[in-house]
């Protein structure tokens, strides 16, 4: 069977769905590559620090497709980086598949190094912190290498789903399929195979629960003394 014969639409549609698909025809390499140039696009002027956030914002956006406009241009350079305060910050160099299946709340922070392997849909909650090295595997591939058949075979895929304020320490994998719940913290070099409730610390390969975390006050209760003293 030609690759070229199989109808984009349905294809994509079996992709975002976790079904089995096509990963090589025509207009999904096409994707992948937009999605590398972008990416390295963006990761090249994360690492430079040579433009401001704005532009960085913009050339995150193209990354993951969101069109949202941007707020009006403030009045002073310090006025319209704070009015990116909260958007998702990711350090380069990033790499990704797709970056529009990539779903990111306010307020979280990717560390030097990620890969997303976004086939179906990534979910990362706000306030999440994600350390150096991380890679989240939404894709897969079938077992019986007689079905995987090398390029020409179908691939599927599972979402992934990271709820608001975890943290991850680097070199932590998750695999297609994971949800993990609010508030975890996953051990450096941690595996996630299994879904995470709420509010525990993961470790390991394959990541097991070691410990509760008891939530404390609101975040305002803990403040760090680092504000300057007016002048
Ligand atoms: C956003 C960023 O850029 S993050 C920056 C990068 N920083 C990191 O990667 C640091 C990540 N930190 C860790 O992995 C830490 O070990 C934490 C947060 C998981 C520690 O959690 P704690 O609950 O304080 O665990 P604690 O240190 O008490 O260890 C408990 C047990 O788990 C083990 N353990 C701790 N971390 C890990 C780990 N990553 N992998 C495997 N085992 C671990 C300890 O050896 C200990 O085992 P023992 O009971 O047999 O002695």
Request: net charge neutral; proline share 9%; glycine share 10%.
């Amino acid at each position: 069977m030609s690759l070229r014969s199989i109808d984009p639409v349905e294809n994509r549609r079996r992709m975002l769905a976790g079904e089995l698909y096509y990963s090589f025809t025509p207009d999904l390499v096409a994707d992948r590559r937009r999605c590398k140039v972008a990416g390295l696009e963006y990761s090249t002027h994360s690492i430079s620090g040579d433009v401001p956030r704005r532009k960085l914002v913009e050339l995150w956006n193209a990354v993951v497709r969101d069109t949202t406009p941007l707020p009006p241009v403030a009045a002073t350079p310090e006025e319209d980086e704070d009015l990116f305060v909260d958007a998702p910050w990711v350090d380069g160099p990033f790499k990704a598949d797709y970056g529009f299946n990539l779903k990111f709340g306010p307020n979280v922070y990717v560390n030097f190094n990620s890969t997303w392997l976004d086939t179906c849909t990534i979910t990362v909650g706000a306030r999440t912190l994600i350390g150096p090295n991380c890679s989240f595997f939404a894709a897969t591939h079938p077992i019986d290498p007689a079905v995987r058949n090398g390029t020409r075979g179908p691939e599927g895929g599972k979402p992934i789903v990271v709820g608001e304020d975890c943290w991850f320490g680097g070199n932590c994998i998750v695999l297609p399929g994971v949800t993990i719940g609010r508030g975890v913290t996953v051990g450096a070099g941690s595996v996630v195979t299994k879904d995470v409730p709420d509010y525990v610390v993961v470790v390991g390969n394959p990541a097991k629960v070691i410990r509760k975390i008891e939530v404390g006050e609101p975040k305002a209760a803990v403040q760090v003394d680092v504000v300057a003293a007016p002048k």
